[in-house]
């Protein structure tokens, strides 16, 4: 009976850990509140940083730093601010690259 309870108990717990989806990170680190997948809206599309960054093996490392420091320049004057560990963890954050780079 005990083993039952706790293989059943470990089951459970399995099946509610839930890791976030590229889009959950997304929406919950505000990204969402400036950029959108398909169309520029404060900041560049999720479709244009892919198209920018394509075939650059360094992409995801530039990304996080970018969005880590913040700055202009790279799709116009509007700046984008920094968006500390404290908004977005590190592995969140490199989940979210790695999705914007696949767009």
């Known amino acids: 009976m005990m ?5 059943a108990s470990a ?4 099946f509610s850990a ?3 989806t590229a889009d959950e990170i ?3 680190s505000g990204c969402m509140a400036c950029h959108a997948k398909d169309k520029k809206l404060v900041g560049p599309s999720f ?3 892919a198209a920018k ?3 650059q093996p360094d992409a995801v490392a530039k990304l996080m730093e970018k969005v880590r420091k913040g ?14 560990p404290d908004k977005i963890n590190d592995a969140d954050l490199k989940v979210a690259v790695e999705a914007i ?3």
Do not use: E, Q, R
């Open 26 to 28: 997304l929406n919950k």
């Open 71 to 84: 700055g202009s320049g790279v799709f116009g004057p509007v700046p984008m601010s920094p968006n500390g």
């Open 47 to 49: 479709k244009d940083i």
């Open 11 to 14: 089951a459970l717990l399995a």
């Open 101 to 103: 780079l696949k767009s």
């Open 3 to 7: 083993k039952t309870l706790l293989i």
């Open 18 to 20: 839930h890791a976030a």
């Open 53 to 55: 960054y394509k075939g």
